[in-house]
């Protein structure tokens, strides 16, 4: 998953015609580092997908603008708008994960 470090490196990766997901998460989550832990597979299993990874901490004007509250929270893009979230009270297992993508996609 490749990290995304500036505001306009975001804004070229979410215009893409295809969905793009992108995982908001942060150093200190202990929700993230468990996440991190499943996501390997989902990754594989989605693999025709780019993802990319945002910390909150670093990005918080990104995380503000799309309503990122809590983390790990996973959103879709596609032509420069929002197309689905995946909050982080419902991002803790890799089932919950796997759901929201095959409800979103």
Known sequence: MEMIHDT??????????????IKFSANWCPDCKRMDMFIGDIL???SGY??????????PEIAQEYDVMGIPSILIFQNGAKIAHLH???AKTPEEVQEFLVTSL
Do not use: C, G, H
Not at 8 to 21: D, G, H, L, W, Y
């Open 88 to 90: 982080s009270a419902n």
């Open 50 to 59: 780019q993802w990319f990874e945002v910390n909150r901490d670093e990005l």
């Open 8 to 21: 306009a490196t975001f804004q070229n990766t979410i215009n893409s015609e295809k969905p793009v997901m």
């Open 44 to 46: 594989e299993e989605y």
